[in-house]
């Protein structure tokens, strides 16, 4: 039933070879025949697994399911009477063989408990014939040589992910999204939890976002040495450990600038509030050496994937995403940092121009893969020469508006007790992260501590720590 047949009637263009792209003629009428038999059930299957008109191999097939996914969306019913009727309201009915190829149809499948099963091999033949419609558009791109071979092969691999993330590309039904958004509503309303996306570990902040939305854009831009970079991986621990009643999932940091080994130190030690200079000097007691191992077994397990490439062009570093998320279903994504980054192609206009070309990939690959990208970005000096509070602005964001144009979420952080005019410099605990962008939500100010010895960020008790 699986084999390929070959038929006259296929609309398919020649390939050139004497190949004929798979298909199963005896499971496509498999599925229609069940369809004329069972269609509230075996349509439904359809719709499940996203088999549509396209999926038939065969002109006349794909006007047959066409007539039914019609009628069953008009919810009327599906049958050889309503079929046929509407088949030769259109002037369709001889062109698919007449009543009497509907009749033999039902005949030729005697039972739909097999239903899923056709429906199955259809899809498979459809994806296959999918696979080589693309690897011969990748061909000719190729053989065109007209685009320098990482944007081909970077333009290859997003094909290919497309095809193993959705079955089917295009537009979505727009009932379908309002359903989808009911049924969210309804269960945030019974929840009351407010958290409608990635937890941050962070209370303040996730109450401002509602959590990190998939898709979302979002940059972390200080001054060197504010802890920005602390900040990012206490986060992604807290996304890759679970944190508030949240599950565990999968993250990727790209670190751009630090080791493999000093991140994997850092992180520890931050986990087991042991201070990393202590560590280095070999200055730890008994109670921090167990401190230290609980901490390594706890982040051992965590699904948390480094790649410490440094220089990154901005191609590679979405292909590794893909590949990452294909292969580990990454959840969040931290990029350390935005200037350390390349985008050849654009070097040559300049770095604002490149740097630009950088943020526009980096919200791109957000959007493709579904989960928010947290990116860290370095801010010009602008904020010491303004005033000497040195509070930064969205402007101060170094080498190209763009970023902040891209982004969906802006957080600017910073640090008082670094600047001795500032009210609060007293205070060596105290760090602020200013939401200053929000797309979809409110901005302000979210105050926290942080314990500059041990890299660690921590909700602030208004009246408590202050």
Wanted: charged residues 25%; aromatic residues 4%; glycine residues 6%.
């Amino acid at each position: 039933m699986a084999g390929a047949n070959h038929n006259p009637e296929s609309p398919r263009a020649p390939v050139p070879s004497d190949r004929i792209p798979p298909h199963s003629m005896d499971a496509e009428r498999a599925v229609l025949g069940c369809i004329l038999q069972d269609a509230e059930r075996v349509m439904d299957l359809c719709i499940r697994s996203q088999v549509t008109s396209d999926s038939f191999y065969l002109q006349t097939h794909r006007l047959l399911f066409e007539a039914m996914l019609g009628l069953h969306t008009a919810r009327k019913p599906v049958d050889f009477v309503t079929v046929t009727a509407l088949l030769r309201d259109n002037q369709q009915l001889d062109t698919v063989g007449g009543e009497d190829e509907l009749a033999r149809l039902i005949a030729g499948t005697p039972t739909t408990a097999h239903a899923e099963y056709y429906i199955q091999l259809v899809y498979e033949s459809h994806l296959l014939r999918r696979v080589i419609d693309t690897a011969r558009s990748v061909t000719e791109d190729c053989f065109k040589n007209e685009q320098p071979a990482e944007d081909v092969l970077s333009a290859a691999e997003g094909a290919f992910f497309a095809l193993s993330e959705s079955r089917v590309g295009g537009e979505k039904n727009w009932a379908t999204l309002i359903n989808d958004e009911i049924v969210q509503i309804e269960k945030l309303i019974s929840e009351r939890k407010g958290i409608t996306g990635l937890s941050t570990g962070y209370d303040k902040i996730d109450e401002m976002l509602s959590g990190m939305q998939a898709g979302d854009l979002i940059v972390l831009a200080a001054r060197p040495s504010m802890g920005k970079t602390s900040l990012a991986l206490n986060i992604a621990e807290n996304v890759a450990l679970g944190a508030r009643k949240q599950p565990p999932r999968a993250v990727a940091v790209f670190s751009l600038e630090m080791s493999a080994e000093s991140l994997v130190r850092r992180m520890v030690c931050g986990h087991a509030r042991v201070p990393a200079q202590n560590l280095s000097k070999g200055i730890v007691s008994v109670q921090e050496h167990r401190q230290l191992v609980t901490s390594a077994d706890a982040l051992r397990n965590a699904p948390i994937y480094v790649d410490p490439t440094a220089g990154l062009e901005a191609l590679d570093l979405r292909a590794r995403a893909r590949r990452l998320k294909r292969k580990h279903d990454i959840q969040f994504i931290v990029v350390d940092y935005l200037q350390l980054m390349n985008y050849s192609k654009y070097a040559a206009e300049g770095r604002q121009r490149e740097t630009a070309a950088i943020s526009a990939a980096l919200k791109a690959m957000a959007k493709e893969l579904k989960v928010p990208v947290m990116v860290l970005s370095q801010l010009s000096r602008a904020p010491e020469t303004r005033d000497r509070l040195a509070k930064p602005k969205l402007s101060d964001l170094r080498d190209s508006g763009a970023i902040e144009q891209d982004a969906d979420v802006v957080f600017l952080l910073r640090r008082p007790s670094k600047y001795p005019a500032d009210p609060e410099a007293s205070d060596e605990t105290l760090a602020v992260v200013d939401i200053a962008k929000h797309r979809n939500g409110p901005t302000g100010e979210v105050r926290m501590n942080f314990t500059e010895n041990l890299m660690r960020f921590e909700s602030r008790r208004e009246g408590v720590d202050s």
